[in-house]
């Protein structure tokens, strides 16, 4: 299956995520500028492209990371 590559991909430039059980791809991943530049390389050599309306660099600013944690409250 798909996942299982997107898997090793991550696991092997140590991205730190937990799968969740689900019928589709659905990973939660640890929200820190390191790992989310790791993810959001992995994904992009896989041909995943964000949905989001902001760059892998704004999703990983740790500034708008708190900004988006206190509009969501």
Known sequence: MYYEKVFRA???RGVRYVPRATADLDIAVAIDEK???KLFE???ELGFKPRIPVSSQ???NPANIE???T???
């Open 58 to 60: 704004e999703f990983a």
């Open 10 to 12: 991550l696991n092997s």
């Open 42 to 44: 992995v994904m992009e």
């Open 67 to 69: 900004k988006w944690k």
């Open 35 to 37: 790992n989310l530049e």
């Open 71 to 73: 509009e969501k409250k």
